[in-house]
Nanobody, 126 residues
């Protein structure tokens, strides 16, 4: 099995920045993609960003493009989400996920992700 450990969430004022980290452990496949999703209270889970096994292959939701940057360190089995110019509407629980089915290319589809982290709270005050 694969376990995902998240960190970096917290409270920040609008316009500020946060960096989320998610480290994978356990029986990871030889290649895998990783992604971030978020869920606000009373709202459905939505795609945020994804990165394929090839680090140069990334995908972003339109709402965060230009503000968020996803990256990975394969030696540490860790994915990062650098969040800049945060807005109150970015508030929610952020989940990292691992795509064990190849993962050479990023994907926005939740059903492609086999393993999920426990989530980390991000709160942006106005």
């Amino acid at each position: 099995q694969v376990q995902l450990a998240e960190s970096g969430g917290g409270l920040v004022q609008a316009g500020g920045s946060l960096r989320l980290s998610c480290a994978a452990s356990g029986r990871t496949s030889s290649s895998y993609g990783m992604g971030w999703f978020r869920q606000a209270p009373g709202k459905e889970r939505e795609f945020v960003a994804s990165i394929g096994w090839t680090s140069g292959s990334t995908l972003y939701a339109d709402s965060v493009k230009g503000r968020f940057t996803i990256s990975r360190d394969n030696a540490q089995k860790t994915v990062y989400l650098q969040m800049n110019s945060l807005q109150p509407e970015d508030t929610g629980v952020y989940y990292c996920a691992l795509d064990a089915t190849g993962g050479y290319l990023p994907t926005r589809y939740a059903e492609r992700y086999r393993y999920w982290g426990q989530g980390t709270q991000v709160t942006v005050s106005s």
